[in-house]
């Protein structure tokens, strides 16, 4: 069964310092989504993309944040200079139109 | 804003017992999906109800969703220890984005 991979699993970083995690939504999927999950909190909605543009952000997702589809297959998310709280699980999600996402495994970012 | 509420936030019990998580909000949502998530893993997707009323089965797992779409349910049946994690029930709002529920742990002992 197709599945949304994330690499790396795990990532730790000094504060200041650009991070680039990187997502292989599902092969036929249109619509894609980063989340995130600070430790203990809920899971939140950082942006939308489809049609190789941001269709919809969060207020989290500021200038810090940016999100590109590089070729038919990956999908990355980058902080350009990671702050502590910046620290939390990173989530790949897809879809292919319907409404039920599929998320990846997840990478655990520790900005130190 | 949409907002969806989880109970109980914890649930501990023995292998065997039954038990219902419920997901509740004031706002209509067009689908609720229901997710579990292992610690340091991606929410993995158990189900998506769509209409009013709506009961899906899943072996042990039940889901019901509210007539009035606003709720949703998820009843075990003789709960195992690998029932034991993170249950989260999410909705679309807006386009396309999902929002999460506050979530419930559940812990089953042998």
């Known amino acids: 069964e197709p599945e949304v991979t994330q690499t790396p699993s795990h990532q730790v970083t000094q504060m200041g310092q650009e991070v680039i995690l990187r997502c292989v939504p599902i092969?036929?999927?249109?619509?894609f989504y980063w989340y995130r999950q600070i430790l203990g909190q809920k899971v939140e909605f950082l942006v939308s993309?489809?049609?190789?543009?941001?269709?919809?952000k969060s207020e989290i997702f500021d200038d810090q944040f940016s999100v590109e589809r590089p070729d038919g297959s990956n999908f990355t998310l980058k902080i350009r200079s990671t702050k502590l709280e910046d620290s939390a699980m990173y989530f790949c999600?897809?879809?292919?139109?319907?409404?039920?996402?599929?998320f990846g495994p997840g990478t655990r970012l520790l900005v130190l | 804003t949409q907002l969806l509420e989880q109970s109980p936030q914890f649930l501990s019990i023995q292998e065997g017992e039954n038990l219902t998580v419920y997901c509740n909000s004031s706002?209509?949502?067009?689908?609720l999906q229901w997710y579990r998530q292992e610690p340091g893993e991606g929410p993995v997707l158990l189900v998506t109800?769509?209409?009013?009323?709506e009961v899906k089965k899943l072996k042990r797992l039940t889901f019901q969703f509210g007539d009035a779409r606003k709720d949703s349910s998820l009843h075990i049946t003789a709960a195992q220890p690998g029932d034991t994690g993170l249950y989260l029930c999410?909705?679309?709002?807006?386009?396309?984005?999902?929002?999460f529920g506050t979530g419930t742990r559940l812990q089953v002992f042998p």
């Open positions: 999600a897809s879809h292919r139109g319907g409404e039920t996402q599929y």
């Open positions: 092969s036929n999927h249109l619509y």
């Open positions: 993309f489809y049609n190789n543009e941001i269709s919809e």
């Open positions: 706002s209509v949502f067009s689908s």
């Open positions: 109800v769509v209409t009013g009323g």
């Open positions: 999410a909705g679309p709002q807006g386009t396309d984005k999902l929002i």
